[in-house]
């Protein structure tokens, strides 16, 4: 069996060398970047769901940067920890994977590495990164993976859907949630808006009011001297740029340095 399974019907999904086809004929092509869409016409709530072509394209030219290396570094040795765990390949899925910078950059050959996004312009350029790595459009709330097939979740600031997570986690999985810590990015948010909200600081709390039990956080900060072209990419590659007033965009266009602390929290949580 396959760790796939059709969106429609869910029996399992294999591959041919152009497509994934099920039993019951549900057939889907593989783009000829390398991905396939497993994301149903009745489960998109617009025509093009998820981050845009512009903001994929500036999350590309920051991470590639560099910028967040030690994050991915991180984020690279917390799973080398829940591997030493297991004594088979690790089966992970990252889930709203972006343009895959993290995502390649844990591919091995020890591992079976699943992407998946909603959006179709960031699978268009991750799935270029590594051939190996199964890239799929799909959505967090379906999962297109069968019951307690996977080792590893990894939510890289994408919110995860809490049952589905459960469903898709083998009994001693990991939800590995990254995001915000307090202050994330405060000199930037200081230049878009008048008044700085935190309003991430409740999806731990739900996750865990929803059954996922805390086994490990830890807290990584990251101090940038941005300068250039460097600061609007990291402004258009959050949402901040794309919700601020007028003004605060165009005081933010006309930054020349940009120092700015960025800071993440790492939470390994399991669903016993
Ligand atoms: C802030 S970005 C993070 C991307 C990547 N993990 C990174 O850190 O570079 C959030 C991503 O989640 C995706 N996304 C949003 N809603 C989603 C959903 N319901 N299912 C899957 N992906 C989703 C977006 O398209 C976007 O690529
Ligand atoms: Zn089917």
Known sequence: MSILRCPVCSTDLSRTERSYACSNNHSFDIARQGYVNL????????????????????RRAFLE??????????????????????????RILDLGCGEGY?????????RAVYALDISKPALAIAARRNTAITWCVGTSKALPFHDASLDVVLNIFCRPHARET?????????????????GHLNALREVLYEQVNDDESHTLAQLQAEGFTLTHS????????LSGAAIGHLA?????????????????????????????????????
């Open 39 to 58: 994301l149903l016409s009745s489960q998109r709530a617009s025509r093009s769901p998820g981050d845009s072509a512009e903001m994929i394209a500036d």
């Open 236 to 272: 258009r590659m959050t949402p901040h740029y794309w919700r601020a007033p007028a003004a605060g965009r165009a005081k933010l266009d006309e930054l020349l340095m940009l120092p700015v602390q960025a800071e993440f929290v790492l939470h390994e949580l399991s669903i016993a």
């Open 166 to 182: 459960q469903r898709v986690l083998q009994p001693n999985g990991r939800l590995l949630l990254v995001g915000p810590g307090p």
């Open 102 to 110: 993290y995502t390649a950059a844990f591919a091995d050959p020890a």
């Open 65 to 90: 940067a560099g910028f967040y290396d030690p994050l991915r570094a991180r984020i690279i040795a917390c799973l080398n920890e829940l591997q030493t765990a297991l004594e088979r390949p690790q």
């Open 218 to 225: 830890e807290p990584l900060s990251i101090t940038l001297e």
